[in-house]
């Protein structure tokens, strides 16, 4: 292409510091050095966890930053030692690389990379560096992915090459909230059919959960959250029953307790509120619960836990980007969405152009939106 090695000047949203709106900037993009690859980003989704580095929630954070990491794009250029990635191609960006030599990588249970800047949140792609510059100041990049902008460049280890017909404006989901509520399900917990499962959270990632409940044959799915309005959604996304621990004085876990003969056996946690997770474990049955904590809690925030509650044979969780290896799965995550396998439209409820993007994180912060999509 005309733009192969490169500046581009483009817009991107920058986020100067929390509890500050992102503005729209003239930004420049460096063309991609060795083992990168740079994205024209077409869709993107907004995740609470965009939220929670704004509110200032998660303070390693570095800034300025560019965030976004639920998008899906065109390939531009690639940069000398690229393989399997071509200009021209559909790419969905990957929150967790995949390097496919390190040691969680040869582990089949794992879907953690040594490469991964998750849980370090250095701002930085592989080199140590972004790709990004805005008014002289180099810009950070936020978890190998920064979506919201009209180019990124990310590493070659976090990009998926998915098929030439999928819809970007869909498909960008799988980049972070649907895959990571379904698989957190399918891999991680590994739901078995008749079970009970409570889902606690109803956003896009919540929701998803309940769509991976429904398909691994879960024969209840109790959906919990503060905010009644998300019910109705939630029945349509597979949920059995609907509860709002607002409408009760007496501590959750015991209602949830009363409703499933001494609890759940899947508890998924999927709002990041560490008081919630412990309920969560504690509405698990005792015998044989497992409790999945998917919700990215506040860093300065620790959760308490008896450990009589494991010692009685509990089990509690992990699970990020669903269990998923990220490189292999995201295309099979595409072709089953384009295979009508689930239906990502039951997400997505606003769409709005690139430039109305705070408007997109009012309407999460009100709680009338599941997923806006952007357009870039
Ligand atoms: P979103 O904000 O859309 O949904 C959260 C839901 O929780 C809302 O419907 C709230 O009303 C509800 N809620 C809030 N407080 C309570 C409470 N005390 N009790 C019951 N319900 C409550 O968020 P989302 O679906 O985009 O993301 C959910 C979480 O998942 C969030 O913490 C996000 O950071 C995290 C996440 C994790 C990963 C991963 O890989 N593990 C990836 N992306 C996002
Ligand atoms: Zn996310
Ligand atoms: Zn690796």
Known sequence: MATAGKIIKCKAAVCWGPNKPLTIEDIEVAPPKEHE???????TGICRSDEHVLSGALDYIKFPIILGHEGAGIVESVGSSVTGIKPGDKVIPLIIPQCGKCRCCLNPESNFCYKTSFGKFDGAITENTSRFTCKGIGIHNFIGTS??????VVD?????????DAPLDKVCLIGCGFSTGYGSVVNTAKVKPGSTCAVFGLGGVGLSVIIGCKVAGASRIIAVDINSDKFAKAMECGATECINPKDYDRPFEKILADMTHDGVDYA????????VMESALSSSHFGCGTTVIVGVAPSSDKMSLDPLLL??????????FGGWKSKDHVPQLVSDCMNKKFNLDLLIT????????????RLLCKGESIRTVLTL
């Open 147 to 152: 979506t919201f902008t009209e180019y990124t």
């Open 350 to 361: 606003h769409k709005l152009p690139f430039q109305k993007i705070n408007e997109g994180f």
């Open 37 to 43: 690859v740079r994205i024209k980003i077409v869709a």
């Open 311 to 320: 010692l009685t044979g509990r089990t509690l969780k992990g699970s990020s």
């Open 156 to 164: 070659d280890i976090s990009v998926a090459k998915i098929h030439d």
């Open 268 to 275: 998924f946690e999927v709002i990041g509120n560490t008081e």
